[in-house]
Nanobody, 117 residues
């Protein structure tokens, strides 16, 4: 079954950097579109960034120019490099996969907390 395990979240100061990781299993990682979502209390989960099997990336306006998504297919691992963090980046960050290849993210990990103050 699909498993996504995030790590790397912690409390940091404004302007600092963090790198999140997501180890995937239970599906063919190299052939699936992956994404990073985030959610704050009282708000809906929102897509921050995605990466296709061919390496094509997308970014939401609120992270563009500051965050970089990448993947290491041999390690079945997804990354999110987060630079120039601001207080508004405080959220739980979730790794997601389009496991059926239908253009819809259908599985998420348990999340990792990022706090910027």
């Amino acid at each position: 079954h699909v498993q996504l395990v995030e790590s790397g979240g912690e409390s940091v100061q404004v302007g600092e950097s963090l790198k999140l990781s997501c180890v995937a299993s239970g599906f063919d990682f190299s052939r699936r579109r992956m994404g990073w979502y985030r959610q704050t209390p009282g708000k809906e989960r929102e897509l921050a960034s995605s990466i296709s099997p061919d390496g094509t990336t997308t970014y939401a306006d609120f992270v563009k120019g500051r965050f970089t998504i990448s993947r290491d297919n041999p390690k079945n691992t997804l990354y999110l490099q987060m630079n120039d963090l601001i207080t508004e980046d405080t959220a739980v960050y979730y790794c997601a996969v389009d496991s059926y290849g239908l253009g819809i993210f259908d599985h998420w990990g348990q999340g990792t907390q990022v706090t910027v103050s």
